[in-house]
């Protein structure tokens, strides 16, 4: 079965700062990793993807994604936090070598970006 | 207009109620989703659809059923209303694997 830990409920980080959203999965063939971000009364918007290629995945709003295979996992960071970057942010893991396509998500991770 | 609509936006219905909640898309996409998401939950699959002749129960199914009447439409229908089943509920839609997920905007649902 695949999964999705997001180790941290909260994360609080002062404007301009840089900021990362930990996630880590666990998936039988290659990993299809997404992110995703929620603003208050909205749904899911699509934040970046990694399917192959480069570890480094550029995405929307300056954010940005690193896969490491070795360490199963694909955090989220951005280099200068905004204050309108506060929402609550996911990650999703899809198994690319199995033919179901379910997307597993993890509990999701409140970020605070203090003025 | 939104690619993925769902309605109504917003519910309040009965312990015991049936209740159907809707989700269209125009996407062309044909696999289709149903998750709910509960606060510190995430989100759990429901139901999903790879076409009109193919459902599949997904993580927490019980409670629920779904109808797939077109590529574009799937509804998610709750035959007895019970408490715990107050959520905010998403439909999604995927072309392929590696491709995101659209997400319409979410349908929040109490029973009371």
């Known amino acids: 079965a695949q999964s999705v830990a997001q180790p941290e409920d909260q994360v609080n980080v002062a404007e301009g700062n840089p900021l990362t959203v930990k996630c880590t999965y666990s998936?039988?063939?290659?990993?299809?990793l997404f992110w995703y971000v929620q603003y208050p009364n909205r749904g899911l918007q699509f934040l970046l993807k990694y399917i192959t290629g480069d570890n480094l995945v550029k995405g929307s709003y300056g954010f940005e994604a690193e896969f490491n295979k070795s360490q199963t996992s694909f955090h989220l960071k951005k280099p200068s936090a905004l204050v309108s970057d506060s929402a609550l942010y996911f990650c999703?893991?899809?198994?690319?070598?199995?033919?179901?396509?379910?997307?597993?998500f993890g509990k999701g991770t409140k970020l605070s970006v203090i003025p | 207009d939104a690619d993925v609509t769902q309605t109504p936006r917003n519910r309040i219905t009965k312990t015991g109620k049936r209740i159907m909640l809707e989700c269209s898309q125009t996407?062309?996409?044909?696999?289709m989703y149903w998750y709910r998401q509960d606060p510190g939950l995430g989100l759990r699959l429901i139901y999903y659809s790879f076409d009109v002749k193919d459902i599949n129960k997904g993580e927490i199914s019980d409670g629920y059923s779904v109808s797939r009447q077109a590529q574009a439409k799937f509804s998610l229908s709750l035959e007895s209303a019970i408490p715990n089943q107050t959520a905010l509920y998403f439909c999604a839609t995927t072309s392929r694997a590696n491709t995101e997920a659209f997400f319409g905007q979410g349908t929040r649902l109490t029973v009371v």
């Open positions: 998936v039988s063939g290659n990993p299809y």
């Open positions: 996407k062309g996409h044909d696999r």
């Open positions: 999703a893991v899809r198994d690319g070598g199995a033919g179901s396509y379910q997307l597993t």
